[in-house]
């Protein structure tokens, strides 16, 4: 029933989007991307240690140009991203392609996005199966590999069929064995990702959710083996 204690302070408007833990000696840095596309990487020796509950330095430029934050990750230049946006197109790149900078720049345009649309997913990969779910309830799931790695910068190719008024909402790399969805109402249903056939990119996928006047809004993965509902 503890509150805990504050790790950050933040100011008025702003929210934590997201944690990593690294090792003070790590060769990994720093990889922030916006819901805009852009990104850039930073070297771990520009953040200094400091203690908790401090406001914290500025890890990149945020303008109107770039959007809100909405993805830190610890990467190396063996890595691969797969980045997927609202409408289902994705793209592959290495880690390498995206420059070291310092902290308080803009980055790079790391996807060209097409009006209106946005990053929903950012992942690190390397032979997993992928499992994309949208906000009408469909699902597909695809091998990472079907994804070929490209330059940045390009619009990506289509990871889903998607309908006009439909969006990915979730995005995961196979680690688990079950998904739980939560809709708009406060309905819940619990599966096996086993269910969801592994088909290529750019199909419609299937039903994950029937769904009535309604639309999910979490999408959470699970072992079932660890963890009672």
Known sequence: TSMGVRGIALEEGNEAIGMI???????QDVLVLSENGFGK????????????????????NITEKTGKLISIQAVTDQNDLMIINRSGLTIRTAVEQIRVAGRATQGVRIINLREGDALASVNLIKDEDIVMLTKNGMAIRFNSNEVAASSRATIGIKGIELKADDEVVSVMVEEFDSIFMTTNTGYGLSYSVEDIPIVGVKAAGVKGMKLKDDYIVSVNNFSSSAVTF
């Open 41 to 60: 990487r930073t070297d771990l020796d520009e953040y200094r240690i400091t203690n908790r509950g401090g406001k914290g330095v500025k890890t990149i």
């Open 21 to 27: 833990c690294i090792e003070p000696d790590s060769n």
